[in-house]
């Protein structure tokens, strides 16, 4: 639902500005799904008069105007619109300004050799039309200078609400300014409804001969009516709500639509046949609609019709041969209650949506038939002329009245919140509720536009929204006896924190089959495998042995579809045959990173692939977020037969308790799964991650910042070529653990300067003080505890 500011101030006084006025609607429950003001586009759009055009000395169809702004300096602007002359008054896109219609900024260019210092613009430039012919004219007396959206009214900010089923009554900016007033940001304006006395009878005989689906049909004649364009003001607003101008009499129509939420139907008389009728449909009966599509209809359905057929289905769509023309120059208004049942039904066979429909399936008031013919009659008089005939009324729409019980004490047992009984009355009288004290509850009746209210805890939801849904205080639910505690397990616990860690460093998870070709499982498979006697299929012969092949053939997968890289991840249990006949199975992570790491760009030239840096630092992280005590790991040795000499190795706890594997795949392992370029993965025995003592898993410890302010120190390192950085990171770290709270590798450098068969490794310590800042005995005592433990592996600090 889209309206905007003015008109909604139309029907709401008040002084409240639009951010103000979308705040209260959020606050109410009429969500606010956007607020634009339509001026913010035409920013830099002036009005401008052209003093001088000349031919470009250049282009036969272009010419050089000298444009006023109104400050005494001239523009040049370079001009190719048919219509541009001296003395003619239009709109002037200066630098800087953007050019709705297709994004395009306005800078001073030349054009052909003439220097130009923005353009004139069109409608269709300025998305305020379909004209492209020329220039926008203005009037002669036009304000030169002045911003054009100013100047055009158009500085009225838009509102667009997401309506919820259950509000019919908002689905008219009437409604929506009803409950802002309830809510204290206004005045509602009552409702000016004027009736109107025929000066001739109805030249027409209205009658409905299906009660069920038709059960009221108000309607009129006009003789002399004049359906020219609308008003200014009236398409301003129809577009303001996403609607499309077309004439008067259907403009008028939607807007009282769009307005009250009654959606009404003008025919051009001089198209009808004798009477004019609400029936059933008859079984095979053909209409064509107004967006030019044929329906076949059955007589579940109801519709308007004549002697010589269906004119309209009725509530939804009205018929192409009956409408309104710029010819026409009587009409039939109707404005009738359908059944909202009938309606969706009806809808939903026909697969038709429209305005109305979206309307009469919700439940239109059907007590606001008579004042909608007469304001429908009003403003058609005002704009188009004419005669009315007196109003004809046939049958009547369902009875009001609805009465609810209701206790003032459930707006705090209910609502969750105290509302004073004299604050309840104000609100639900805002809101056109009836209240009468009857002995110990009130007897509210509830208004003709509300059908969503049936009873007390309805009446609880209108006080509590209006009260304020943001005082409704946040109290978690009691546990009831006999509902059980959480009961995740730690493991349970540690997969959905890597999960979540996975997903944020930007793997996509991935669920692939327990059961594998036995070709592909035999390569990782270093106990023996499982394999099913009576498989589903060959391809699904063999448990898994390790969550790899099943991830590298769903990348594989992925690459063959034009994916530029896989990043792929899944937790899960791969099983093998222990000792004895015994299932050996274990609760793993596997990472698959295949493909481009970057793309080519200018910046880094050709696209770069994954290496087993990229896999390393894929399981420590993992492993830290599984809380793993990641600074105690030891890098060690192959990580087996399916990984790349070299390219890989294994992180442990000891020498024994292996925590991960990780590397580049062996191009052999690669190439059997089909697979293109460097390959790396990474595999993590989940339950190799030992528990914290005390707890079932590894914890992380509530954090304080420290006080005092960290230091970093710098040391490089002279270590035999073989030595694994590591090593030396870990040495150092443990040199004084009170103090020294990390240790990173920033430099490598080997060549000149570095002996043969040596390496420079360069260490950045992070230091952090606790009581007292460091002293420099400090820092020389925490200095030679690193510089004696580094030598201990054969590391010599370097001069």
């Not at 209240?435 to 003709?448: E, G, R, Y």
């Not at 536009?449 to 109290?475: C, F, K, N, Q």
């Not at 442990?652 to 993965?681: I, Q």
Request: a negative charge; charged letters at 25%; hydrophobic letters at 45%.
């Amino acid at each position: 639902m889209k309206f905007s500011l003015s008109w909604l101030k139309d029907h709401l006084d008040t002084d409240a500005t639009a951010t103000e006025i979308a705040a209260r609607l959020n606050a109410i429950g009429l969500e606010v799904e956007g607020l634009e003001n339509p001026a913010a586009a035409l920013a830099g759009f002036r009005i401008a008069r052209v003093m001088t055009a000349a031919p470009h000395p250049d282009a036969d169809k272009l010419q050089v105007l000298s444009v006023d702004l109104g400050d005494g300096q001239p523009l040049q602007v370079v001009c190719g619109a048919p219509n541009a002359r001296a003395g003619l008054v239009g709109v002037l896109g200066t630098p800087g300004a953007v050019v709705p219609a297709n994004g395009m900024e306005m800078r001073k260019a030349a054009i052909r050799g003439v220097e130009s210092n923005g353009m004139m613009c069109s409608s269709r430039e300025l998305d305020l039309g379909d004209d492209h012919d020329g220039i926008i004219e203005l009037p002669a007396d036009a304000p030169v200078g002045r911003e054009f959206a100013e100047y055009a009214h158009l500085d009225d900010p838009v509102f667009d609400l997401s309506i919820t089923p259950n509000r019919p009554d908002c689905m008219g900016v009437y409604g929506i300014a009803r409950d802002l007033a309830a809510a204290g940001l206004g005045t509602l304006k009552p409702v000016a409804a004027v009736e109107h006395r025929g000066s001739h009878p109805c030249v027409v005989e209205i009658r409905t001969e299906d009660p069920e689906g038709c059960p009221a049909f108000f309607g009129r004649t006009i003789r002399g009516v004049t359906n020219s364009a609308s008003p200014a003001w009236m398409q301003a607003r129809l577009k303001s709500a996403g609607q499309r101008p077309i004439s008067a009499l259907v403009d008028i129509t939607n807007y009282v639509m769009l307005t009250y939420g009654r959606p009404a139907h003008a025919y051009d008389l001089a198209k009808l046949t004798g009477a004019v009728v609400a029936r059933r449909a008859k079984a095979g009966e053909g209409v064509t609609a107004l967006n030019e599509k044929s329906y076949v209809l059955d007589e579940t359905m109801t519709v308007i019709a004549d002697d010589s057929g269906v004119h309209d289905i009725a509530g939804i769509m009205g018929g192409e041969h009956s409408g309104c023309s710029e010819t026409t120059t009587d009409v039939l208004l109707e404005v009738a209650y359908f059944d909202p049942e009938r309606i969706a039904q009806t809808g939903r066979a026909l697969n038709l949506t429209s305005d109305a429909r979206s309307r009469f399936e919700r439940g239109v008031d059907p007590d606001f038939l008579r004042p909608g013919l007469e304001i429908l009659t009003g403003l058609i008089l005002d704009i188009c002329g004419g005669e009315a005939s007196e109003a004809s009324h046939v049958g009547a729409p369902p009875a009001g009245g609805k009465v609810v019980r209701y206790d003032p004490a459930l707006a705090a047992t209910l609502g969750g919140v105290a509302v004073r009984e004299e604050e309840q009355q104000r609100i639900l009288a805002a809101l056109g509720f009836e209240i009468a004290a009857v002995d110990d509850h009130w007897a509210v009746t509830v208004p003709s536009w509300r059908p969503d209210v049936d009873g007390a805890p309805d009446i609880v939801e209108e006080v509590i929204r209006i009260h304020g849904l943001d005082d409704v205080p946040s109290v978690p639910l009691p546990r009831a006896a006999g509902v059980a505690m959480p009961t995740a397990t730690a493991m349970q616990a540690r997969e959905r924190r890597l999960r979540r860690a996975a997903a944020a460093r930007g793997l996509n998870e991935a669920v692939t089959w327990s059961f594998l070709p036995l070709a592909e499982a035999e390569m990782f498979a270093d106990q023996p495998l499982w394999v099913l006697a009576n498989p589903i299929s060959e391809d699904m012969k063999a448990m898994r042995p390790s969550l790899l092949p099943g991830l590298l053939m769903a990348a594989r997968r992925n690459l063959a579809r034009g994916a530029g890289s896989a990043r792929l991840f899944e937790i899960g249990r791969r099983y093998l045959r222990g000792e004895a006949g015994a299932s050996d199975e274990r609760m793993t992570l596997g990472v698959v990173l295949a493909g481009e790491r970057s793309a080519r760009s200018w910046q880094g030239g050709k696209a770069q692939g994954f290496d087993a840096f990229d896999a390393k630092a894929e399981a420590t992280a993992l492993l830290e977020a599984a809380g793993a005590p990641v600074a105690n790991l030891m890098v060690m040795g192959e990580a087996g037969n399916q990984y790349h000499p070299g390219q890989s190795a294994t992180l442990r706890l000891g020498p024994k308790n292996v925590l991960a594997r990780f590397g580049t795949l062996h191009p052999a392992v690669a190439k059997a799964f089909d697979l293109d370029g460097p390959v790396v993965v990474v595999e993590i025995d989940l339950e190799a991650i030992p528990a914290k003592k005390g707890a079932a898993t590894f914890t992380r410890a509530s954090y304080t910042p420290p006080a005092l302010q960290a230091v970093s120190r710098d040391f490089a390192f002279l270590v035999p070529a073989a030595m694994p950085a590591g090593d030396l990171v870990r040495t150092i770290r443990n040199a004084d653990k009170k103090r020294i709270v990390d240790a990173r590798l920033f430099d490598l450098f080997a060549g000149q300067g570095v002996p043969e068969g040596q390496k420079s490794l360069a260490v950045e310590v992070t230091l952090q003080p606790t009581d007292a800042t460091f002293t420099e005995a400090d820092l020389k005592a925490v200095s030679d505890a690193v510089t004696a433990a580094a030598a201990k592996i054969g590391a010599v600090l370097r001069g």
